[in-house]
């Protein structure tokens, strides 16, 4: 692996508070339709979209995101 190769970063960011991957595709995806940047973003970021639900009545509950994920906001990059 080169010093090229671990220097490309895919671009990415931090939620804020009470994000929801519909505000976090408005936010950063503006281009986009919602439901093809909502798509996007959950396909990106399966560390996230596939993370067990919090229990019912939990404040997390409905929302997977947490303010210390790491959400990409592009999908990952073709290999060299």
Same mark, same amino acid.
């Given at each position: 692996?080169?010093?090229?190769? +671990?220097?490309?970063?895919?671009?990415? %960011?931090?939620?804020? !508070?009470?994000?929801?991957?519909? &505000?976090?595709? /408005?936010?950063?995806?503006?281009?986009?339709?919602?439901?093809?940047?909502?798509?996007? +973003?959950?396909?990106?970021?399966?560390? %996230?979209?596939?993370? !067990?639900?919090?229990?019912?009545? &939990?404040?997390? /509950?409905?929302?997977?995101?947490?303010?210390?994920?790491?959400?990409?906001?592009?999908?990952?990059?073709?290999?060299?």
């Amino acid at each position: 692996m080169t010093a090229t190769t +671990l220097s490309t970063v895919r671009k990415s %960011v931090l939620p804020q !508070a009470g994000d929801t991957w519909a &505000s976090i595709a /408005a936010r950063e995806l503006p281009d986009m339709a919602e439901a093809d940047a909502v798509s996007g +973003l959950q396909s990106w970021n399966l560390h %996230v979209f596939m993370r !067990a639900p919090a229990p019912e009545g &939990s404040p997390r /509950a409905g929302n997977p995101i947490l303010p210390s994920d790491v959400i990409f906001i592009e999908p990952p990059l073709a290999a060299a």
